[in-house]
């Protein structure tokens, strides 16, 4: 997942794992799939797409392109993509992110 700079500044100071997503987006499941994969304690944010809540000023201040997921980790916000798959990493520590960008196009072990 790309990371981005935030302009919202109640993101920016979040601690630990938050996931701004729609229960029923594909591309949000399989993060969460991957969270549980880990076993990775995270905060809910439900982003009611139906509603249009994506479309809002205050979550487009933290993914100016409106979609979801959006994944937080400790002030760092990481935004989803279609044609991307993602690596969540089994790390707790403060200092690395558990999120990861695939380096090799191709079959990764603990990839969603």
């Given amino acids: 997942m790309p990371h981005i700079e935030t302009k919202n500044g109640k993101v920016k100071k979040l601690a630990g794992l938050h996931l701004y997503h729609d ?16 076993n990775l304690p995270w905060q809910s944010h439900i982003i009611d797409l139906a509603k249009m809540e994506h479309a809002t000023a205050e979550y487009q201040s933290i993914n100016p392109s409106g979609l979801v ?30 999120v990861r960008e695939p380096r090799a196009v191709g079959r990764q072990h603990g990839a969603l």
């Avoid at 229960?23 to 880990?38: F, H, I, T």
């Avoid at 400790?74 to 707790?92: E, S």
């Fill in 69 to 98: 997921p959006t994944l937080i980790h400790d002030g760092r916000t990481y935004i989803g993509r279609r044609d991307q798959r993602v690596q969540i990493l089994p790390c707790r520590s403060n200092r690395q992110s558990v």
């Fill in 23 to 38: 229960p029923l987006s594909s591309c949000a499941m399989r993060v969460r799939m991957g969270l549980a994969e880990k």
